[in-house]
């Protein structure tokens, strides 16, 4: 190639030199420049950090300074409550909630919709009603406002407080419509905006052995069960009027997490700003990785609901207090995301993402392919998360089944343990569904990853942590879901398969 030798023994210094740089390079790990503010410290590690916001501050200009460079999500304070949002039956006013909104928007921030059904804050007319004129009222405020903000709003809060402190339901007028009046309120909220989060919402769910937490944790296993949609729960995590940081509060987030919902710290503010105790939320929301950001409640501590506390991380001066550092610095320090995350070298490694695409079922069939005989289809009728499910009709054996490629890269050696989590469902039947790997290798193996009984009335989900081992060089790895007997009809949803 190189006729002047010379020339080539040149070319080949160089190309070394330029090796070698680009090796020291890698190796030094430049550190990423600590973020300034709350909303881009929570967004390296791709969460968000919000805040309540009152329309009647808006016009004070401290206010919105601080906001405005602190924050990238905002609840209104009390502007989308039933009270502001219908004050007549049937006459919607939008003027509050859509001035805090647009404030938001106008300045890149997120909103979450806060709240749609709850015992307080309602309207005259609503207050005194009952019994079936009272659902309907609830389904059309639910109808009406879901429909102004219709595809732009990241939450709602659809329930607020619904629960006692010893688990029991509360005893509001909204009770006493029927025991279903939650559910109801979910499917009617999903069928308004399918594009919208929709969130239960409470304080005092923080301690993960409190019964009231444990009654929410449970209503929310039975929805997701029986297939009522629910993407998120929020804990309030008001640390005044005489509660405090459980030492139990990152096994609440994870116990939440783990029945397949997104979980938020959603009202937060701390009797004194603890440094302790924000420090320790913060750092608890950062361990769970489907804790998706924080929001306080109120920006300086002379807007807050409990002023008289000093819960909040700005003073009345707008300076930053001790606990403002002890919450960007654990932002700061959360392991990042995206394309510059570099992995944490550890002996027990990270887990990684999600090997499967199209995980929720929402993009249709995208990615998902028969393994054998059979035909897909996107279901709208029955879904565990979201709006769909995808389904396989026409299988001919009980190893027929819906499958993902994945890639052989996620598998860089024989042994590792994966961890699989899929949700399936029998279309009328009580198959026992099985999920499995294909890994196709100098021979073909399959390792069966998980298996549960399943039926037509509800969501099961199949879970396990299992080392996966093949000999030879691995060339194709299938995941897919089959049953142990029988070719019923299934439905999967929320698949997740990682290291
Ligand atoms: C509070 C507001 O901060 C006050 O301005 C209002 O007077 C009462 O409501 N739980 C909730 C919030 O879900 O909506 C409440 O907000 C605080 C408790």
Redesign the pocket.
Known sequence: MFRNTKKSALFLQFVSLAVFVALVASLLSIPVAAATTLGAAAAQSGRYFGT?I?NGKLGDSAYTTIAAREFNMVTP??EM?PDATEPNQNQFNFTAGDAVYNWAISHGMKVRG??LA?H??QPGWMQSMSGTTLRNAMINHINGVMAHYKGKLAYW?VV??AFNEDGTRRNSNLQGTGNDWIEVAFKTARAADPSVKLCY?D?NIENATYAKTVAVKNMIQDFKNRGVPIDCVGL?T?FTGGSSLPSNFQTTLQNFAALGVDVAL??VDVTQASTTQYQGLTQACMNVSRCVGITV??VRDSD??RSSEAPLLFDGSGNKKAAYTSVINALNAAPPVGPTATPARTNTPAPSSNFLTNADMESGTTNWVVNGVGTLSSDTTQFHGGAHSVKITGRTSAWNGIGQNVAVSNFPTSGQNVTVSVWVRSQTGTPTAIATLRLTASTTTYVQLASAAVNSTGWTQLTATVPVSWSGTLTGVLFYVETAAGTDNIYIDDANLHR
């Open positions: 309540a009152s304070e009390n409550k806060h709240t709850w307080s804050q809060d607020n407080e919402n304080y309030q008001h959603t009202e409640w109120g807050s609901w």
